[in-house]
């Protein structure tokens, strides 16, 4: 069984709705009931804490139930800052950002094995924010001393059982390369034509569109997920990056090796994470091989976006990090893509 939530900003009347689910997810029988808060604020965490204060109790019980000797267990969902909330931390900007364990920023950077950080428990996170009143005062400029607990517990689910949001990270770090990979491209398009006239982003656009992709109005124009999925198909990958190639050949033959070189290495890019989303975006047990293989996927990924991009291997890790430490994950309870804001979505639509 899962619970969760989720929020939507309604942009036409301004009003910011929050949504509250619980699902039943039984392992031989995929269809499931769920019922749903609907909450029209801001989800912080005080709105957080009022509206779901109903809830506590009931979710208390439920991890006391059996059903024909059969016992349920409950697994959050949600947003990483969702979920940071609930479990009273400062979410993915703090020191200690990963709601579980106490790794901090630096240490990501450091392989696994050599890390000392202990795992986060419920008591931890009970303790810690007390010494952060008692102690630190409140201050959230001492939040980093004490784990950067600065909020109660609203449910006290085990955090082995809190899911990772896979979703989330799929449309983030996509969207990042993506708008890397245009921006590489708007560069050669001024040192083709200085004045500006011609528009090589433009065709990645019609790429997309012969694609039936769309990218989103608002959000700093990101993809949702179904776009996502269709966009890290090996020959949609080609689509976007011959594209313009073919776009340079045809106005600047000159250019096109500077383009090929360009368009190779995100190709590369692109295909290296369309690993890492096959790995870990799938819906059945994963079994020891599969886990070794997704991990040794992520770093390869890792590995090419520092030394391809220059772009900081803590970024990557500190997202990938909540993925390989998810005790579920690994205890093989149920693969990540079953565990996500799947059917949460619906919600969306009340």
Known sequence: MKYGSNSVGIRVVEVSKLCFSLEMYPILMPNRTQWCLSFESGDSFQNLSTALDRFREQLH??????????????????????????YGLSGAGGR??????????????????????????????????ADFLAEGQGKLK????????????????????????????????????YNMFEDDIAKLQKKIDPSGTLN???SLDKTL?????KRQAYHGKSFVGNHVHKC???????????????????????????????????NKLLKMFAKCHAGYSKCDYMEAEEIKELETNID?????T????????????????RITQFPGYRNGVLAVGSMGNRGENMCMLI
Not at 306 to 321: A, G, I, R, V
Request: charged content about 20%.
């Open 306 to 321: 520092e030394s391809n991009f220059q772009m900081p291997k803590c970024l990557l890790k500190c997202t990938y990090w």
């Open 142 to 177: 001492n939040a980093k001393e004490y784990n950067n607990a600065i909020n109660n517990i609203i449910f006290e689910i085990p955090i082995s059982q809190v899911c990772v949001p896979s979703l989330h990270l799929d449309l983030g770090i996509f969207l990042r390369f």
């Open 200 to 202: 090589l982003v433009q």
């Open 61 to 86: 019980e439920l991890k006391a139930l059996t059903w024909k000797e059969k016992t349920f267990r409950l697994f959050g969902f949600g947003d990483y800052e969702y979920l940071c909330k609930i």
């Open 300 to 304: 390869c990924l890792m590995a090419s």
């Open 96 to 129: 200690h950002f990963c709601l579980w364990c106490h790794v901090t920023q630096e240490e990501s950077q450091i392989p696994r094995h050599l890390r000392t950080s202990q795992p986060r428990s419920i008591d931890s996170l009970i303790k810690d924010h």
């Open 232 to 266: 890290l198909q090996d020959g949609n990958i080609d689509m976007l990056t011959n594209a313009v190639i073919e776009e340079v050949k045809a106005v600047s033959p000159e250019y096109q090796d500077e383009a090929t070189t360009i368009c190779t290495k995100f």
């Open 209 to 213: 569109q012969r694609m039936n992709v």
